[in-house]
C-alpha cells in the first residue's frame, strides 16, 4: 500500500488492556506515548492486543503536549496525568501526552484477520501505523458508538475537551 493512498488524519496505534478499559471507562484522559505525533493528526484508532486483535476504538485527540519547562502541567484528573507532570521513573520517555476528546466504540471491530485480508495488513500494528484510507471510507469514525466525549462541536467548529458519559 502506497503512503498516498494512507490517511494523514489518522493513525492506528497498538494497545493493551487495562489501557484500552481506563480509556473506555473515562479513567485515563491521555495517551502518553515515546514519539510526537505529526500536528495534522486528529484521531487515534486503537487496535487492542490479544486476546482482541482488533481495531475496537477510536479517539478524538488534541496535539502532543510536552513537559518542557516552559510547559504547562497536565490537570492531574486522569491517570498517569500526575506522574507525566512529575516525571516519574516509570515515565522516563514518555514525553508526549494526547488529550483524548472522544472515545467511540466501533459497531463492528476490524479483526487482524480483515486486516490481513482486507486492507493489506502483513501483521498485527506495533508502532504507528497511518490509517489506509480505505478503511476510514468503509468505516465513518463519527458514525459509530460514541462512549464518552463530544456531544456536539461548538459554534466555532472547535470541540469540547470536557468528556462526558454518552446517554
Known amino acids: 500500500m ?12 497498538a494497545i493493551q488492556d487495562p489501557y484500552m478499559n481506563q480509556i473506555i471507562d ?10 510526537c505525533l505529526k500536528r495534522d493528526v486528529e484521531r487515534i484508532w486503537f487496535y487492542r492486543t490479544a486476546p482482541h ?3 475496537t ?5 488534541l ?24 516525571r516519574h521513573k516509570d515515565w522516563d520517555d514518555y514525553d508526549f501526552a494526547y488529550k483524548l476528546l472522544s472515545v467511540y466504540e466501533l ?19 506495533r508502532s504507528m501505523v497511518y490509517l ?7 468505516v465513518v469514525w463519527h458514525k459509530q458508538i460514541r462512549v464518552l466525549g463530544n456531544e456536539d ?5 472547535s470541540l469540547s475537551t470536557a468528556p462526558k458519559k454518552a446517554s
Open 53 to 55: 486483535s482488533a481495531i
Open 107 to 125: 459497531r463492528k471491530p476490524i479483526s487482524l484477520a480483515e486486516m490481513k485480508d482486507t486492507y493489506g495488513f502483513k501483521s498485527a500494528p
Open 132 to 138: 489506509p484510507q480505505s478503511i476510514g471510507t468503509r
Open 26 to 35: 473515562g479513567t485515563k484522559n491521555y495517551e502518553f506515548r515515546k514519539y
Open 57 to 61: 476504538h477510536i479517539c478524538e485527540i
Open 153 to 157: 462541536t461548538s459554534q466555532d467548529g
Open 63 to 86: 496535539p502532543a503536549r510536552t513537559r518542557n519547562p516552559d510547559d504547562t502541567p497536565l490537570e492531574e484528573d486522569g491517570l498517569g496525568n500526575a506522574e507525566f507532570n512529575n
Open 2 to 13: 502506497d503512503s498516498a493512498s494512507r490517511s494523514t488524519t489518522d493513525v492506528i496505534l
